[in-house]
């Protein structure tokens, strides 16, 4: 069983910067990939980055050019950097990783942080 604790949400002002973590319980490149989510009361969670075992990157186009997405792998992170925050950033941020199972995969979520955004 996988566990992913986040960390780092919080309250901030428009134009702000937090920095969320994510502390997998196995190694980071054990996964095929490893992302963020976002949720808001009463819609869907929407993906807003993620990063494959190879390094390469995916934003959603509502962060891109504000958000960056990496990983320390001394310290077996996965990180979420985001500038300039805007109100409409608000939400639960939750951390994902995909783990192969034989020729299967399967996802695992972490249980979420607040970042809240305000004007």
């Known amino acids: 069983q996988v566990q992913l604790v986040e960390s780092g949400g919080g309250s901030v002002q428009a134009g702000g910067s937090l920095r969320l973590a994510c502390t997998p319980s196995?190694?980071?490149?054990?996964?095929?990939?490893m992302g963020w989510y976002r949720q808001v009361a009463g819609y869907q969670r929407e993906l807003i980055a993620k990063?494959?075992?190879?390094?390469?990157?995916t934003y959603s186009d509502l962060v891109k050019g504000r958000f960056i997405i990496s990983r320390d792998e001394d310290k077996n992170l996965l990180y979420l950097e985001m500038d300039n925050l805007r109100p409409d950033d608000t939400g639960v941020y939750y951390c994902?990783?995909?783990?192969?199972?034989?020729?299967?995969?399967?996802?695992?979520w972490g249980q979420g942080t607040q970042v809240t955004v305000s004007s």
């Open positions: 994902t990783a995909e783990l192969p199972v034989g020729l299967k995969a399967r996802t695992y």
């Open positions: 990063v494959s075992r190879s390094g390469s990157t």
């Open positions: 196995s190694s980071l490149f054990a996964f095929n990939h």
